[in-house]
Nanobody
């Protein structure tokens, strides 16, 4: 299984950016997938996660209303549309999958697969 994240960028506060995560090698179309981030000197935190079958989606309070998680089922790609970016959104963003579809476990950080991370820098 591979998770290929892309969309890294250096933007200004208030700008928008879209991250993509292309998943390949998964044997089922039912899984949980989402985004986490880790800022320099800080612990990894969850951003947004979704279940591919029922569409349930969770967002961290810090991004609710600004970030949107969406999926392209045909391409097995998830997108994280990030609007009204803030300097505190600066981090390396990681895509992750819980292959058994346990959304709550993924939300708690239990993932079977992690992408390589893509860097987002927001200047003030």
């Amino acid at each position: 299984v591979q998770l290929q994240a892309s969309g890294r960028g250096l933007v200004h506060a208030g700008d928008s950016l879209r991250l993509s995560c292309a998943a390949s090698g998964l044997t089922s179309d039912t899984y949980a997938i989402g985004w986490f981030r880790q800022a320099p000197g800080k612990e990894r935190e969850r951003v947004a996660c979704t279940h591919t079958r029922d569409g349930s989606t969770y967002y961290a309070d810090s991004v609710l209303g600004r970030f949107t998680l969406s999926r392209d089922n045909v391409k097995t790609t998830v997108y994280l549309q990030m609007n009204r970016l803030k300097p505190e959104d600066t981090a390396v963003y990681y895509c992750a999958v819980n292959r058994r579809g346990f959304l709550l476990k993924l939300w708690a950080g239990t993932a079977h697969y992690w992408g390589q991370g893509t860097e987002v820098t927001v200047s003030s």
